[in-house]
């Protein structure tokens, strides 16, 4: 399983460093590449230049929520397909309202566990296969 995406993009959005780092090192034995970023609105002006292959989202960003950030990729038929993971802590996941969630190609609690971090990911890429290649959430079209 390690290495096995080396031709993959990570887009992670974080606005704490130490947390942006912490998923970049749990992702690295897959050989991915990384793009990151600390707001929503600079993780949009990205995925204009260039495209990733899975989006890693904190749901509480300084500037959009999770959900505005979802509904922004989901409007561009481009993008819709990008699977999105989002991360918060229970309170934030808490309030996040159910049809949202499902959207996602799957939410995790913080602190986040290295291994299932890098088991979801490894999932959800190895399985993609349609608008996203959604784990617990639903695909949309």
Same mark, same amino acid.
């Given at each position: ?9 990570? +887009? ?14 749990? +992702?690295?034995? +897959? ?25 890693? *989202? ?77 784990? *617990? ?5």
């Amino acid at each position: 399983m390690l290495s096995r995406l080396r031709h993959t993009t990570l +887009l992670i959005i974080e606005p704490n460093d130490i947390a942006r780092d912490q998923y970049r090192s749990a +992702l690295k034995p +897959l050989g991915c590449s990384f793009i990151q970023t600390a707001t929503g609105a600079s993780a949009l002006a990205i995925v204009e230049q260039m495209m990733p292959d899975l989006v890693i *989202t904190e749901l509480m960003l300084p500037d959009l929520s999770g959900v505005d950030l979802l509904n922004a990729f989901d409007a561009n038929p481009k993008l819709r397909v990008v699977p999105i993971i989002a991360v918060s802590n229970a309170d934030a996941q808490a309030q996040l309202p159910p049809a949202a969630a499902a959207e996602f190609a799957d939410c995790l609690l913080k602190p986040i566990d290295a291994l299932r971090l890098r088991a979801v990911v490894s999932r959800i890429l190895g399985q993609e296969s349609g608008p996203r290649a959604s784990g *617990t959430g639903t695909a949309r079209g």
